[in-house]
Nanobody, 134 residues
Framework: QVQLVESGGGSVQAGGSLRLSCTAS????????MAWFRQSPGKEHEGVSA???????TYANSVKDRFVISKDNAKNTLYLQMSSLKADDSSLYYC????????????????????????????WGHGTQVTVSS
C-alpha cells in the first residue's frame, strides 16, 4: 500500500521561505516520477515541480528560479524548498508519485523528464497548506 505524507506547510510573509517534505512508503519501483502539485479552491491541480529517479528536475515556469525540488533516497523523502514566496503561491500542496516518463520517437522510447500533468500520477498524499501573506 503506497502512502505519501506531506509536512512543512504553514504561514509565511511574502518574500519568505518554506521547505515542504513528503515521506513515501510502499512504492517499490526503482524508476519513478515524484512531483509536487498545488490546488487552490475552485481551481485545477497545478503542477509545480517533479523529479525522476535519477534526480532530473522539472519546474513550472511560475516557480523556476524560486523553488528547488530534491529527494533523499535513504529517507524515502521528497522535498520542495520554496523561496521568495508570493501571495499567489498560497495553496494546498500535494506530493504524488507515478511511473517514469518516456517519449516516443519512431519505434523507440526514450527517457524523458517527468511531466507536470496530474493525469500521469497515480498515488497522492493528502496535502499541506501554504499561506503567504503580502
Amino acid at each position: 500500500q503506497v502512502q505519501l505524507v506531506e509536512s512543512g506547510g504553514g504561514s509565511v510573509q511574502a518574500g519568505g521561505s518554506l521547505r515542504l517534505s513528503c515521506t513515501a512508503s510502499g512504492y517499490t519501483t526503482s524508476s519513478y516520477c515524484m512531483a509536487w502539485f498545488r490546488q487552490s479552491p475552485g481551481k485545477e491541480h497545478e503542477g509545480v515541480s517533479a523529479i525522476d529517479s535519477s534526480g532530473a528536475p522539472t519546474y513550472a515556469n511560475s516557480v523556476k528560479d524560486r523553488f528547488v525540488i530534491s529527494k533523499d533516497n535513504a529517507k524515502n523523502t521528497l522535498y520542495l524548498q520554496m523561496s521568495s514566496l508570493k501571495a499567489d503561491d498560497s495553496s494546498l500542496y500535494y506530493c504524488a508519485v507515478g511511473p517514469p516518463h518516456y517519449r516516443q520517437v519512431g519505434p523507440r522510447l526514450y527517457s524523458s523528464n517527468c511531466s507536470l500533468s496530474p493525469d500521469d500520477y497515480n498515488y497522492w498524499g493528502h496535502g499541506t497548506q501554504v499561506t503567504v501573506s503580502s
